[in-house]
């Protein structure tokens, strides 16, 4: 699993259009906007599963905390990685991490959807905390990263 952590000022995105595993159009928001946010673009990955979870999660919490952001946007995001899981298994940890996140938060937490090509701008904050990058593999993350 890798992830890319982002404050952002300001995050906005809009689907464009489905994959064919993309997730119901009832299920997610078409189009939503958000300010002070704590972004984590996430790649699931073959090797992926749940034991990553905690971790991730820990690191999410730390992320938006120093950031003392408003909500964690979770936005699945394929480029992150090319040894990709297949759709079933990346949903499964996707829902996962967003009910995990959702019970142990105080924060809203919001999902883009799975599947989905999407427009979208990021207004990053500058300061020393503001932009982080991770790598879960077997449960921890990499120590190198």
């Known amino acids: 699993m890798k992830c890319l952590l982002l404050h952002c000022r300001a995050f906005r995105y809009k689907l464009d259009h489905p994959t064919a595993v993309a997730?119901?159009?009832?299920?997610?928001?078409i189009k939503a906007e958000y300010e002070n946010a704590a972004v984590v673009f996430i790649a699931v990955e073959a090797a992926d599963a749940l034991?990553?979870?905690?971790?991730?999660?820990?690191?999410?919490?730390?992320?938006?905390?120093?950031?003392?952001?408003?909500?964690?946007?979770?936005?699945?995001f394929a480029h992150l990685s090319s040894g990709l899981a297949g759709s079933t298994l990346a949903k499964?940890?996707?829902?996962?991490?967003?009910?995990?996140?959702?019970?142990?938060?105080?924060?809203p937490i919001a999902y883009t959807g799975f599947g989905w090509y999407k427009s979208f701008m990021t207004d990053v904050e500058g300061h020393?905390?503001?932009?982080?990058?991770?790598?879960?593999?077997?449960?921890?993350?990499?120590?190198?990263?």
């Open 128 to 145: 020393s905390c503001s932009q982080a990058f991770r790598s879960y593999f077997s449960g921890h993350k990499d120590p190198h990263v």
């Open 92 to 107: 499964e940890l996707l829902t996962a991490l967003v009910a995990r996140l959702t019970s142990t938060m105080e924060l």
């Open 23 to 29: 997730d119901s159009i009832d299920n997610v928001a």
């Open 51 to 76: 034991d990553l979870l905690r971790d991730a999660t820990i690191d999410i919490h730390k992320f938006a905390n120093k950031c003392n952001a408003s909500i964690i946007i979770i936005n699945p």
